[in-house]
């Protein structure tokens, strides 16, 4: 039986490109361009910038909830991250709807535009 503490880790061989991508797009607005890795450590509570290289080159596997993290924090899909799925595959209407929600400057908005969306989906049910 296994505890609730275990944790199990993924590992896929594209998953590293596709976070090195992230980070390197991050750079201009969320990361200063000489600190990227580690700030990002930091705000994803990580001993340090070594582990970001690690993910970066595999060596480490990501946790569901890491990968749940890096997902949010990167504004993109736990697909992309583990498939390279990318938001170029959805409808046009799910496009457009994924460029407004990440263009919102404000929690407060996102916050919003989520309310909002329940909405509709419980109008939908």
């Known amino acids: 039986m296994e505890s ?16 090195v991508v992230c980070v390197k797009k991050s750079k201009v ?12 450590a930091a705000r994803l509570h990580l001993e340090g910038k070594s582990a970001i290289s690690n993910y970066e080159n595999n060596s480490r596997g990501v946790s569901a ?4 993290q890096l997902s949010r924090l ?4 736990a697909d992309y991250i583990l498939n390279g799925d990318s938001p170029d595959n959805l409808d046009p209407i799910v496009n457009e709807a994924i460029e407004i929600l990440n263009n919102l400057k404000t929690e407060k908005s996102e ?3 989520l309310a909002m969306l ?3 989906q419980i109008l939908e049910s």
Do not use: K, N, W
């Open 4 to 19: 609730a503490s275990t944790t199990s880790y993924m590992v896929c061989p594209e998953c590293g490109a596709r976070l």
């Open 74 to 77: 990167f504004h993109v899909s």
């Open 111 to 113: 916050q919003s535009a």
């Open 29 to 40: 607005s969320v990361f200063d361009d000489t600190r990227s890795e580690e700030e990002l």
């Open 65 to 68: 909830e890491m990968l749940t």
């Open 118 to 120: 329940r909405q509709i």
